[in-house]
């Protein structure tokens, strides 16, 4: 960029910190420049898009990295400018208290997720006795089936949900999400064979792929942008809460082996209040608005927000529909070159997520903890489950400070270098008396830092970086990838070992690990403090 220096007639304002300067020319003084990017735009038809570069210094130490322009309808202008990184637009902060609350609504959002987490665990613990009980006890095989039938349908679910969240209306979507986690619930729960234990978890998969693709979508569209990543830190909460229940409730099984059966059916209860709850919760003023649904959208950002930000958070719809008259995208639109850079972004966060072994370690936790000699199996598992719940709660908290890159960079040399160790803890004899505790703590050490960024930082990440046209379907078709990759993992992964041994597959989960490091390094982008606004403004520049 270069600096220029030049007059602007008008009454031009912009703040730094938190002062108001109020300048009809502009240049650089004390001898000292600093570039600054602006974007300007009009609320209407004219400088859509315009950028220019400005050198500038507003005083003492502090510069602006980025500035936007908006230029209204009236006959002055106001110009925004705010304080953030050089390598992407910063965020334009505006301090007002609210009288409204997102959090009753995100908690409902967050049944989905536990039952997510919840149907995922569940087979954990009770996979022995169930398969005793339908009589496949020696057929790895169909036990295998019966893991990744949720995985198979799970993949259908995520698909199916971005197209439901864009017809029907993301609130419409859970209550009919809620028809396929309880039915397939109550079938998996009273069971006589495998055929019908097949049917319920395909349909309970369905329930938890489109749970899946919209609490995420739902959190980030009504969340406020200063707490957008600690709210959506709370979707990954709510899936290590269901995998910590599961495994939980796993605890009675020795001691009644029909236990199983309550195990699945008490999930059905989640699945009934989500229903209820989404009856009373707003729609997206994102997915209203966007569907010419004004008044309704200003109903639901006083309800979300309070009634002292509706003007702001519609001018942020407004200033993201800009320029975009374009219909609704379809699912060919999302490999097109003006989009598929983004989307690829997308599908390989949770393909590294899902080939780094984080579900074989949630489904095979007990199975593994016995063959390295440990006593309680299932209350390691429970431990596992806990590190995860521990976890997820530390990222929420970080997320808005150190930003989701930083942490999933963190998370990932972490992930390799406790994957590593579980696979020497299984091949080197010279730690063969210390197998078990190396299994319990290195799995343990695994499953912390996957939450701290691998786990929450994907479903949170893809919403803020899709434009809000491809946003619903961009997020399906990466979710679509999550559970495919699962879907094989599920199947192939008591295969795998039996044919190479847990050693080596542990340690091509960490070969993994450190792909995905280098992947992210130079690929995703930082949206830490930032409106869906500015994100897609920066990514449009090509930041």
Known sequence: MQSSAFCVKGNLGFRGGNRRVLAGCCDSRNGKEVSNNLLIRKQGDLFSGLRVSLGAELGGKRSVDSVFWKFEKARTSNVHATEGEMDDVPPTKIQVKSSGSVLPYVGVACLGAILFG????????????????????????????????????ATLGSFTGGSMADKF?????????????????LLCATAQSVQTMLVGRFLAGIGIGISSAVVPLYISEISPTEIRGTLGSANQIS?????????????PLAANPLWWRTMFGIAAIPSVLLA?????????????????????????????????????????????????????????????????????????????????????????????????????????????????????????????????????????????????????????????????????????LYVLLFSLGAGPVPPLLLPEIFPSRIRAKAVALSLGMHWASNFVIGLCFLSLVTKFGIGKVYLGFACVCLVALLYITGNVMETKGKSLEEIQFALSAGV
């Open 118 to 153: 919840y149907h995922l665990g569940v087979v954990n613990g009770a996979l022995e006795c169930l398969s005793r009980d339908l009589g496949i006890a020696e057929n790895t095989a169909l036990q295998g089936w019966i893991v990744s039938t949720l995985l198979a349908g």
């Open 169 to 185: 209306g993301r609130t419409k979507t859970f209550q009919l999400d809620a028809i396929p986690l309880a039915v397939g619930t």
């Open 239 to 251: 899936i290590c809460v269901g995998i910590l229940a599961a495994l939980v409730a796993g605890l």
């Open 276 to 444: 209820l709850g989404m009856t009373i919760s707003p729609e997206s003023p994102v997915w209203l608005y966007q569907r010419g649904k004004i008044p309704e959208a200003e109903i639901a950002v006083k309800r979300l927000h309070g009634k002292e930000r509706v003007t702001e958070v519609m001018n942020n719809l407004t200033a993201e529909s800009q320029g975009s008259s374009e219909p609704e995208a379809g699912w060919f639109d999302l490999f097109s070159s003006r989009y598929w850079k983004v989307v690829k972004v997308g599908a390989a966060l949770f393909l590294f997520q899902q080939l780094a072994g984080i579900n074989a370690v949630v489904y095979y936790s007990t199975p593994v903890f016995r063959s390295a000699g440990v006593a309680s199996d299932v209350a390691a598992s429970a431990l596992v489950g806990a590190s995860n719940v521990i976890g997820s709660t530390v990222a929420s908290f970080l997320m808005d400070k150190q930003g989701r890159k930083s942490l999933l960079i963190t998370s990932y040399v972490g992930m390799a270098a406790s994957m590593s160790l579980l696979s020497l803890s299984f091949t080197w004899k010279v730690l063969a008396p210390y197998s078990g505790f190396l299994a319990v703590g290195g799995t343990v």
